[in-house]
C-alpha cells in the first residue's frame, strides 16, 4: 500500500518537531491506541455485523470484487452502492489469491473485503445512518469532496482497524510537538491521493484525513512520537535544573 512508504518516512521527519516547552496533557496518556468504548459508536451503527462466515474459492474462476461485495452484504445487511465506471473497475479486479479455498470468519469480514479494495484503489465512504445502512464504494481518484469522510472520535481510534478502505477523519492532540513544523515536514508525503494532514490554526492538533488504514498507522505513530518527546523534554529540563544547581555558589 502507498501510504506504508510515507509512514515508513515519518520518524526522519518529525526529530525537529519537539515544542521547546512542555505543556499539560490530559488527553491521548497511556503506551498504545484508546480502547473500543462500551456503547456502539457511529461506526459500528454505519456498519452491521456480519451474520456468518463468508464461503472464499471452490469455482472454476475467481472472483471479482464486485461479487465480493455482494456477498458480504448479504451477510452483514449493509448496501453497497457505486456508479457505472466504478462498477466496471470492481468486476475488472480479480484478486489473485494463494488458497483455493477458504473462510472469513464474520468479525473479520469487513477488515478483509476492505483490505483487498485498497489494494486494487478503491475506498468506502459511509453517508448518515440509513435503513437499510448504506456504504458508496469509489475510486480512489483524489477528486472525493472532503465531507465524505466520517468523523471518528479519537476514542474510538482502535475501529479503524476494521475499516482500512473507509474514508474517516479524526483530530489528534499532541501537546509535545509543534504541528507546524511538523506538518512543514509532512506535508510533501502527503499532497497526493486521499490521505492529508492538517493543522489545526493556534492548537497543537493535526486533522487527519483519508483511508482508515492511514489515519490509524499515522495516529499511532504520531502519538509514540509525542510520548517520545515528552520523554526527551522532561530529561532537557532536569538537565537545566541540574545545572543550575551546580552553578550556585555554595552555602556556608
Not at 481510534?157 to 504541528?179: F, G, K, N, S
Request: aromatic fraction near 4%; charged fraction near 20%; glycine fraction near 4%.
Amino acid at each position: 500500500m502507498k501510504s506504508n512508504c510515507a509512514l515508513a518516512a515519518l520518524l526522519v521527519l518529525v526529530s525537529n518537531a519537539c515544542s521547546a516547552v512542555a505543556t499539560p496533557v490530559a488527553e491521548h496518556r497511556g503506551s498504545g491506541a484508546p480502547e473500543r468504548g462500551a456503547a456502539a459508536s457511529e461506526l459500528e451503527l454505519r456498519f452491521p455485523r456480519a451474520s456468518r462466515s463468508l464461503a472464499v474459492g471452490g469455482a472454476d474462476r475467481a472472483l471479482s470484487l464486485a461479487e465480493l461485495a455482494k456477498s458480504v452484504s448479504l451477510s452483514t445487511g449493509l448496501v453497497y452502492s457505486f456508479d457505472a465506471r466504478t462498477q466496471r473497475a470492481l468486476e475488472e479486479a480479480l484478486p489473485v489469491l494463494t488458497r483455493p479455498e477458504f473462510e472469513v470468519a464474520p468479525e473479520q469480514l469487513y477488515r478483509w473485503f476492505e483490505t483487498l479494495l485498497l489494494q486494487h484503489g478503491f475506498v468506502v465512504s459511509a453517508p448518515t445512518a440509513l435503513t437499510p445502512p448504506l456504504a458508496f464504494i469509489e475510486l480512489a481518484t483524489g477528486s472525493l469532496p472532503a465531507s465524505a469522510a466520517l468523523d471518528v472520535p479519537f476514542e474510538h481510534l482502535a475501529l479503524l482497524a476494521e475499516h482500512p478502505a473507509l474514508r474517516v477523519a479524526l483530530t489528534l492532540r499532541l501537546p509535545h510537538l509543534d504541528v507546524r513544523t511538523l506538518w512543514n515536514s509532512l506535508r510533501s508525503l502527503t499532497s497526493q491521493g486521499q490521505n492529508s494532514i492538517l493543522p489545526v490554526a493556534n492548537t497543537n492538533s493535526l486533522v487527519l484525513s483519508g483511508d482508515g488504514h492511514f489515519v490509524r498507522n499515522c495516529a499511532e505513530l504520531l502519538l509514540r512520537v509525542d510520548q517520545s518527546c515528552e520523554r526527551d523534554l522532561a530529561l532537557d529540563q532536569r538537565e537545566v535544573l541540574q545545572r543550575e544547581l551546580e552553578a550556585r555558589p555554595q552555602q556556608r
